[in-house]
């Protein structure tokens, strides 16, 4: 066996040496002959003559002799790569184009595959990542936050998970090198740490102590911050750090690809983390819900009996606390998919999108080859005649299809790279770990897997035909053309009309998507984005979200950041050059802050079936100006809403209709929690004010409230969360001026402590929200691009070659009195044919999947009648345009060459 | 001259040849000629069968050839039996015997 292999390495290897002993030996044998002759008296000359005779012929003794070496496989396949490469020389349009197209579809399939596999299939780079889950309330198909104690009991009931932990997402101010920063600041327990196998860069993580009720102030922040804002410093351990004006000390400094919570987005990178000490408030109160939490399963648990056991659990907390925990339920989903499922099913649009595009590229080099053979039909059916067999006849063409798609590979390889690369230019948190993604050895299997995928579906295929054809009737009557309906052409043509379904279903995909941006572009906001820049401001000891606290001690309440320092701010803001108005506003649409409040109607009975919950802002005069939002009744909260006049309420038409059905609001009292919450006064309504978009274009306004900016206690928990962590600012500006250095020198000048960030206009914020739906228009349109180009490309090739099949007929059609125009009709027809019955398969199909794609759309139903019509009047088109050379090329033809041509 | 041409099934030819190395190593006009002789001249192997043979069976490793000096001093391709040849002899002679006692007890009883 070894010697078999070695025989046959040899002989691939050093042929000529091979060669020139196999002459040796046969020489060797001739002379031998003549000698023997010429021994027994023949005469030398003769002698030769003889021996010559008796060899035969010697060249078909060594082909026999390599035969026997078994190398002839392998050398005939060479010739077949050299021949096939001559061949795609010559004709170097068809292989550019056929090169193109499957580079195109290859290199979209690759990088389609290594973004999905990076961002959903590979497993978080946590210590046991199938075992992560994330517990909450269910909120649609994700999870919403709940309270310390819900988990700390979840903590104490559990029999199912090893660890337990808990985060609340906030933001904060740090004092580094260059000032005060903003950076994000989430609260962990120490078991989170310990849960994820973090291992710290330098130092340690938290430890128990550190997570008690008034344990000590420390931190742990992350590498990018401890280079930025700390210059590496190297003895950043246990120096003390401000953190919102507070001293903490660092324990621990975390590596650059650590990113947890992901749900904080790419500033988690420059972030840093603090411990979560249970507060007072913490620990009694059932509905401050700002904690997510996190467990992991026991080895061996599933998921189904975790949820089982949280089951038990909420009903548990229940019998513990009724009055708080009525409604509770919780729920555990897998923490890769809380992070990775919203994009999910967008993937999987992309995916069939681009699938759909690689077999269009398979089925028009398909349909080229096939083309193509039907120019060397001859060729094949002389090798047929002559014995070669079904396999012989089908390998050139192989051959030739293996070679394009290994070319496609390589050009496709750096389409996906490209591809890849502007994945990486992406505005960062488009994508879920996007910084994950990258080429790796998983994807050159995948591109092989594909290469070869399309080697089969474009080469097979008409190979196989083409091996099939009798020869006989090829031999005989090939040349001469006359309407013979071969397989071949129907094949074609199917392949054609294929792909104007194909590319059918993409452009609808399109046009819904674009009807849906265009939906989207043109929502009633509610307000004018003209000329309105908005920035962030927080103060450097802001006490961040999740740290509330109520004090009861009201004679000594704090005077109100609002009035030391927004207030005097907003007046120097208003007299700045190019400034027309400004306003202070907590959470100004787009602005990704959503505070929600409950709330009672003063005079109607508590009705703690249903709960009044609603928005709520605290904003200063000026509000609906800047905004252009109408006031619809009464009046808008103004500049003489101070601490000590009436305390006062706006609220918008979506509250107004929602809790005041049939009644005038003006003059009704609304109660924010009154001890509870520290807002003991309530508050009068005094206007309604139009609505406005707030979170997201496609999601409706919510009920909202507005408070005056300086009626917000300090002593409440609202403070807190209001004004003394993060408010924003709207300027509306009379020219195209840049304001950010203006507030910069106002705030250094009144209050240099303050930490100005995200400054972008209105424009910008509404184009972010719709970022997703412009990209999937975008991705979804450039494929549908590249499928009408395909399908151009095919339809023309395939008229293309029934004309030049069909030129006698035409020759002898307008001989005996056709006209031109009606030869250009026939072939027009012929090709909206092809067109027709792939629009027909095409739109059909998108019918039966319209529902599918529902939940992409906004305010578009799936069965929308300008899309589909579109779409058919594009593809009519299209291929009337595609057909239109060939059919004048047609009605050109000179009946007496065409006659005299064979 | 020319003798009675035999057609040698192409099985028969290798047991032949690895009969005549058998004996030593041979080239392969050595190995024709040997066979012509000893078949009492009944057997003349062509070139044509012969060297495709040749090589067929050192591919199947019961053969192994190198190059040496003939008995005129010129270059030839000398081979020899392998272990497994001399193996591949024996159960091929043996095949052989049984076939031909076989097929000379039919055309005698028949």
């Known amino acids: 066996m070894l010697s078999d292999l070695l025989i046959r390495l040899r002989a691939l290897f050093r042929r000529d040496a091979v060669e020139s002993e196999l002459d040796d030996e046969l020489r060797f044998h001739f002379d031998q002959q003549v000698e023997k002759l010429v021994q027994s008296g023949v005469p030398p000359a003769e002698a030769r003559r003889r021996a010559r005779l008796m060899f035969g012929g010697s060249d078909q003794i060594k082909e026999e002799c390599r035969d026997a070496r078994g190398v002839h496989f392998l050398e005939t396949l060479a010739q077949d790569v050299r021949f096939a490469l001559r061949m795609l020389r010559k004709s170097p349009g068809f292989t550019a184009v056929a090169v193109l197209t499957l580079a195109l579809g290859i290199g979209a399939n690759t990088a389609m595959f290594t973004v999905v596999e990076n961002v959903l299939i590979r497993p978080l780079p946590y210590a046991h990542p199938d075992r992560l889950v994330r517990i909450g309330p269910p909120n649609g198909s994700g999870l919403s936050n709940t309270s310390w104690l819900n988990y700390r009991d979840i903590r104490d009931l559990t029999r199912t998970m090893d660890v337990v932990g808990c985060y609340a997402e906030d933001i904060g101010v740090v004092r580094g090198k260059d000032g005060s920063v903003t950076a994000v600041t989430p609260g962990v327990t120490p078991s989170v740490f310990t849960m994820l196998g973090a291992r710290p860069l330098l130092g340690r993580t938290f430890t128990e102590d550190e997570g008690q009720a008034g344990g000590p102030k420390v931190a742990v922040i992350s590498e990018e911050l401890w280079r930025d804002a700390f210059d590496s410093d190297p003895g950043i351990l246990n120096r003390t750090i401000s953190v919102n004006g507070q001293p903490r000390a660092v324990v621990g400094v975390m590596p650059r690809d650590f990113r947890f919570p992901e749900s904080m987005g790419h500033d988690m990178q420059k972030g840093l983390w603090l411990p979560i000490q249970p507060t007072q408030m913490m620990q009694t109160e059932r509905g401050e819900d700002f904690f997510a939490i996190m467990g992991e399963l026991k080895p061996g648990v599933t998921l189904a009996q975790n949820r089982a056991e949280l089951s038990a659990i909420a009903q548990r907390i229940h019998e513990r606390d009724p009055k708080a925990a009525s409604d509770l339920s919780l729920r555990a989903i897998p923490y890769q998919e809380t992070l990775t499922g919203p994009v999910a099913p967008v993937f999987l649009a992309l995916v069939v999108a681009v699938g759909l595009v690689l077999l269009i590229a398979c089925a028009n080099v398909a349909n080229l080859l096939i083309a193509r053979s039907l120019v060397r039909q001859q060729e094949f059916a002389v090798r047929a005649a002559l014995g070669a067999g079904q396999w012989r006849l089908m390998r050139p063409l192989m051959v030739e299809g293996a070679l394009l798609s290994g070319f496609g590979c390589v050009l496709g390889f750096a389409v996906a790279a490209f591809a890849i690369a502007l994945v990486h230019k992406l505005p960062p948190d488009t994508i879920p770990r996007a910084e994950d993604i990258g080429l790796r050895w998983t994807v050159v299997f995948v591109l092989a897997a594909i290469a070869t995928v399309t080697t089969v579906l474009s080469a097979f295929l008409p190979a196989l035909i083409v091996s099939r054809s009798d020869p006989q009737k090829v031999l005989q009557g090939a040349s001469r053309g006359v309407g013979a309906r071969s397989v071949r052409r129907r094949l074609s043509g199917a392949l054609v009309a294929g792909e104007v379904g194909l590319s059918a279903l993409l452009l609808v995909g399109t046009g819904l998507l674009f009807h849906t941006l265009w939906n989207l572009e043109h929502v009633h906001l509610g307000f004018d984005v003209t000329r309105v820049t908005t920035f962030t401001a927080m103060p450097a000891d802001a006490s961040g979200f999740a740290s509330m606290t109520v004090s009861s001690d009201v004679q000594h309440a704090p005077t109100s950041v609002a009035t030391l320092v927004y207030q005097p701010v907003l007046e120097r803001m208003r007299n700045a050059p190019g400034v027309q108005e400004a306003a202070l506003d907590t959470a100004p649409p787009f602005s990704g802050i959503d505070m929600h409040t409950s709330f009672d109607i003063v005079g109607q009975p508590k009705d703690s079936a249903e709960d009044r919950g609603a928005r709520i802002t605290a904003v200063s005069g000026g509000y609906a100006r800047v905004m252009q939002t109408p006031v619809i009744r009464g009046r808008m909260i103004g500049d003489d809403d101070t601490e000590s006049s009436p305390y006062v309420i706006a609220i918008n038409e979506v509250l107004a209709r929602t809790y005041f059905p049939g009644r005038d609001p003006l003059g009704m009292q609304l109660d924010l929690g009154g001890r509870e919450t520290g807002m003991i006064k309530p508050y009068t309504i005094v206007g309604i004010i139009g609505d406005q978009v707030d979170t997201s274009a496609s999601q409706p306004p919510q009920p909202s409230l507005m408070i005056p900016y300086r009626q917000v206690p300090s002593t409440s928990i609202f403070y807190d969360a209001l004004i003394k962590t993060v408010v924003n600012f709207v300027v509306k500006t009379r020219g195209e001026v840049a304001v950010a250095p203006a507030m910069r020198s106002i705030f250094r000048e009144l209050a240099p402590d303050y930490a100005l960030d995200n400054f972008q206009t209105m424009q910008e914020a509404v184009d972010q929200s719709n970022f997703s739906s412009r990209m999937g228009l975008l991705l979804t349109g450039a494929f549908a691009g590249m499928a009408v180009l395909m399908v151009i490309a095919g339809l023309y090739g395939v008229l293309a070659q029934l004309v030049s099949y069909r030129r006698r007929e035409f020759g002898i059609r307008l001989a005996l009195g056709a006209t031109p125009s009606g030869i250009l009709g026939l072939v027009l027809r012929q090709g909206l044919v092809f067109v027709g019955i792939g629009l027909t398969i095409g739109i059909l199909t998108a019918l039966f999947t319209g529902s599918l794609v529902k939940g992409f759309l906004y305010q578009v139903r799936p069965v929308d009648v300008w899309t589909y019509s579109g779409v058919v009047l594009l593809l009519l088109a299209v291929g009337s345009f595609a057909a239109l050379v060939p059919a004048r090329r047609a009605m050109r033809v000179d009946p007496m060459t065409a006659l005299r041509d064979e | ?110």
């Open chain 2, 1 to 110: 001259m020319p003798e009675q041409r035999i057609d040698l099934p192409q099985g028969t030819l290798d047991l032949l040849i690895l009969r005549t190395l058998a004996l030593g190593p041979n080239h392969g006009w050595a190995i024709s000629e040997r066979i012509h002789q000893v078949s009492s001249k009944v057997l003349q192997v062509q070139q044509g069968s012969l060297y495709p043979a040749l090589h067929r069976l050192e591919r199947r490793g019961w053969i192994k050839a190198r190059w040496g000096a003939s008995e005129n001093n010129r270059r030839a391709k000398y081979y020899e039996l392998t272990k497994s040849g001399r193996k591949q002899l024996e159960t091929e002679e043996g095949e052989w015997k049984k076939l031909a006692a076989a097929v000379a007890q039919v055309l005698e009883t028949a």
